[in-house]
């Protein structure tokens, strides 16, 4: 009798991790299912095609262990080279220590303004080693909107971050929880958000370019980000 229960738990694991197999990719893989929702891969975890330095520079020694770590280059973030508009990016990252960095969302163009970083010219979605919920921490829209949480797992662990930008709204979830939410049309001043308090951009975000590129920032200590994935949305 023992030997029958043992003999049905093992089919059921079996099938179990073969559908499991089926439906869940590996890392820098897209799934059947992924595939037919129009999900595009935008990192093969092998090497840097189709990405470059926000320099417009080749940096091929961004690989690291079937990621990106933007530190291996001498750059502000790495870019993919492709311009987008309305999408849902997904992505996993982890850092070390005392990391600061971001990811960025619409930034253009990449030509910085005198005296200012190339960082002005986009959104970023911060990533920080911290513990706290404001407007410089992991999961705030940098500068603009606190998380309302962070959400962020330790040091060394792999986080789960999705992005949406769809026309005016940008939507923030990491690990499973939603954590920011802006609407851009709100923004209509320079140097301030909607509720009057100040900010250091020098930019109306409701006059923002809603079409640009997506960059990993490299803004001390280490971040590695693999399974990048975007679905444009029309």
Not at 24 to 38: C, I, R, V
Not at 82 to 88: A, C, H, K, P, S
Not at 98 to 111: D, E
Not at 202 to 229: C, D, E, V
Request: some cysteine; overall charge neutral; glycine content about 6%.
């Amino acid at each position: 009798m023992r030997q029958k229960w043992l003999l049905s738990m093992w089919l059921v694991l079996t099938a179990a991790a073969a559908f499991a197999s089926q439906v869940l990719a590996a890392d820098n893989e897209l799934t059947a299912q992924e595939k037919q929702a129009g999900w595009i891969l935008l990192f093969d975890g092998t090497s840097t095609k189709d990405w470059m330095t926000s320099e417009w520079q080749l940096c091929p020694q961004a690989v690291e262990n079937g990621s990106i770590n933007p530190d291996k280059c001498n750059t502000y973030m790495m870019t993919y080279e492709r311009l987008w508009t309305d999408f849902v990016l997904v992505l996993d990252f982890k850092i070390s220590a005392h990391t600061n960095s971001g990811i960025f969302v619409r930034t253009f163009p990449l030509k910085p303004l005198p005296g200012f970083d190339v960082g002005y010219n986009g959104i970023e979605v911060q990533i920080l080693d911290s513990h706290t919920a404001g407007f410089y921490d992991t999961g705030a829209l940098y500068d603009l909107v606190k998380p309302t949480r962070n959400a962020m797992r330790p040091v060394g662990e792999w986080n789960h971050v999705q992005i949406t930008c769809s026309k005016s709204i940008i939507d923030v979830n990491l690990n499973g929880e939603h954590v920011n939410h802006m609407d851009l049309d709100q923004w209509t001043r320079p140097y301030e958000r909607p509720d009057g308090t100040p900010h250091k951009f020098n930019t109306a975000f409701k006059y923002h370019p809603r079409t640009g590129y997506l960059g990993l920032q490299k803004h001390g200590g280490n971040a590695w980000f693999k399974n990048i994935k975007l679905k444009p949305l029309d």
